[in-house]
Nanobody, 129 residues
Framework: QVQLVESGGGLVQPGGSLRLSCAAS????????MGWFRQAPGKEREFVAT????????????YFSDSVKGRFTISRDNAKNTVSLQMNSLKPEDTAVYYC??????????????????WGQGTQVTVSS
């Protein structure tokens, strides 16, 4: 069982930055693929970013949705069991509840919500002037 707790959401002006963090429980965190998803009111939950274990040591690959590529980065600290999402150049359309998600490593996919087994409670991000 993995428990995830997000933090770092809030209100920010367009063009600003926020850093979301997700703290995970569990002793095998390093072998989990970790993702971020978001859900805006009236919309389906959508993929934002994921970090996929490459199966060798501590090598991971990050993937991003087209809507955030170049503005968001994803990083993880296995020693602290945390994954972070750095969000820069934020836009009003980035407003949503952001969720951290985890799944046991899989070589396939990683961009679909049903692929993930564990979810945090979500943190609100509002981009508005």
């Amino acid at each position: 069982q993995v428990q995830l707790v997000e933090s770092g959401g809030g209100l920010v002006q367009p063009g600003g930055s926020l850093r979301l963090s997700c703290a995970a429980s569990g002793r095998t965190f390093s072998s989990y693929d970790m993702g971020w998803f978001r859900q805006a009111p009236g919309k389906e939950r959508e993929f934002v970013a994921t970090t996929i274990w490459r199966g060798e040591g501590s090598t991971y690959t990050g993937y991003f949705s087209d809507s955030v590529k170049g503005r968001f980065t994803i990083s993880r600290d296995n020693a602290k069991n945390t994954v972070s999402l750095q969000m820069n150049s934020l836009k009003p359309e980035d407003t949503a509840v952001y969720y951290c998600a985890a799944r046991r490593h899989n070589d396939n996919g990683g961009r679909s919500a049903p692929e993930y087994d564990y979810w945090g409670q979500g943190t609100q991000v509002t981009v508005s002037s």
